[in-house]
């Protein structure tokens, strides 16, 4: 099977074309030369992925699927749907066929939104801010019923 040249149909196609090192936006390769690039670099952003998984929430028992599982609870909702796009696009990862089907460019902008979310991620802070929202529950509770208490003290006329 030869070379066949293959011109990018949108600019989602122009952007994995540059990203993948191609020239001017044409790629010159035949499917199963794309279909392994498209793959090793999936392989690789999942690398990074379980890589964040393990730096910033700890997650470093089970497997990839486990750990996802554990993540999406710290995951806000709209990356969450970006989890589990991840997620399909990694059990069609070794199916030529079925790995077409993934759309590289939603993959990729949903990895990137993954990324740059954990990245971002501390956990020192999230347990200080837990802290800080208990204390100011209880410190809130606190008062109103001190306030209670002052106002039926008012009512009897003990105060």
Known sequence: MGSVALLPRSDADRLLAMRQGLRGGAACADLGTMSMIATHDLSGALQRLEKLFEDKLALSRGGFESRAARARRVLPRRLQGDLTRVLAARRVEGNPKL?????????????????????????????????LSVLAAVILNAVAIFALVMAVLLWRGFV
């Open 99 to 131: 790995s077409r089907i993934t759309g590289d460019a939603a993959l990729g902008a949903s990895l990137g939104r993954l990324e740059a979310y954990l990245g971002s991620y501390d956990r020192a802070d999230r347990r200080k801010g837990r802290v």
